[in-house]
C-alpha cells in the first residue's frame, strides 16, 4: 500500500500543505477535500474560492458528500 491509497478518513489527512497537495494530486479524495478547505479558509495557503472549488470538484467526481455539500455552498454564497 502507498500513503495515498490508505488514507481513508478526514483524521487521517496530515494538515501540513505540501503534504495534503502531494496526496490530493494522487488522487485521494480526502486529501482534495483537505485542500479545498486549506484554499477556502486560509489554512496555511492564500485564500483562492476558485482553487478551493477545483479541489472540492475533484473531490466530488469521488463521490465525496462533503465536497458535494461544499460547492452546492460554494454556487449559493455566489463564490463561483
Known sequence: YTLIGRIRKKEEV???YLAVKI???GG???AQ???G???ENWQGVSQSDQDAFRYYKLSADQ???RAKL???SMYEKGQV
Open 14 to 16: 496530515p494538515n501540513d
Open 23 to 25: 496526496l490530493a494530486d
Open 28 to 30: 485521494n479524495a480526502e
Open 33 to 35: 477535500f483537505k485542500l
Open 37 to 39: 478547505e486549506m484554499y
Open 63 to 65: 463521490d465525496h458528500v
Open 70 to 72: 461544499k460547492i452546492g
